[in-house]
């Protein structure tokens, strides 16, 4: 019998600097939360390696490149090799996948030191995902590109996906599950569409009430541990996932010190929760109170609060971090 107690963050992370290499994007996501910085393009090689040089010597370990799209850089090998070298422990790749349907691509990441391959899949199928995308062939690429990292990795290299949850893709998150378990990914997490740049643009056909998507997260979350595979949620609170607590994502999300395009903020997750997030006059009432982030605050700008409703009984303590 698990042990009864109060449900706890992950205090085993390491700082990790989050890097915005710039806003050049092969996919033009109707969701994406950086459209409307496009115009801005991309970082230089070299104030990308100094920022990674200050975060180092603030005590990051693991650096985090994402966009845009980190991996159409040409310089991408030569970032990921001097990360390594610097000594960061674990070099995640944030990407839509794409690059990474080319075999020579694959071995030359990994021969520069990728740790941690981080797609994104939003859909079960071509149908689904190219239409979130806005690019077509996306879906085939992206998938090929899982195919290859864990063919050549085999298993050194973990794949942690991401799928961003919409008005659009929802229903089918179960069929996702089943595609991300027979692609054998390490981790998959569903995260909640996040009301900025596109996806605030067009906010009625692509975000979804949380309540209408919950019963197709939940099944996903099922068929992944029924497979043995990890599944995280971001962005939907602990009383709209009763029973599956431990996949709460904010609850292991590390500190963060996040270089975007211009400016940083070192404690990004003081931000996150003060700022970005939104608690609401139940949620004193709630036993998940102390630990939980609540959601992005356009959410309940636009739908209100009555979906958040305190949770009032004790709940499994969370013990492994993903
Ligand atoms: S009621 Fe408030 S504190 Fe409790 S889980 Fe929901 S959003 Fe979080």
Known sequence: MPVKKNLQHCGCRKKRAVIVVGFKCINDCH????????????????????????????????????????????????LVAHARKMGFEQVYLQTNGRMFSSMAFCEKILLAGMTIFNPALHGPTAEIHDRLTRAPGSFRQT?????????????????????????????????????LASLRVSVMQFAFVHAMGHASSSFDEIVPRKTDAIPYIREGIRIGKQKGIRVMVEAVPFCLLQ?????????????????????RIEQFEIVRKNEAKMKFPQCRRCIHDHICEGPWREYPEHFGSDEFQPVERESLVVKNSP
């Not at 090689?45 to 040089?53: A, L, N, S, V, Y």
């Not at 292991?252 to 400016?263: A, F």
């Open 143 to 179: 998938v090929l590109g899982i195919h290859n990292i864990r063919k050549i990795a085999r298993g050194r290299v973990p794949i942690l996906t991401n799928s961003v949850v919409t008005k659009i893709n929802y229903p089918h998150l179960p069929a996702l599950a089943e595609l």
């Open 31 to 78: 969701f994406c939360v950086a459209a409307d910085k496009r115009t801005l393009g991309d970082k230089s090689t070299e104030d990308i390696m100094r920022e990674m040089g200050d975060s180092w010597k603030d005590g990051a370990r693991e650096v985090l490149f994402t966009g845009g799209e980190c991996s159409v850089r040409e310089d991408i090998f030569e």
């Open 243 to 263: 029973g599956y607590e431990d996949s709460v994502s904010e609850l292991y999300i590390p500190p963060v010190d996040l270089w975007d395009k211009g400016w």
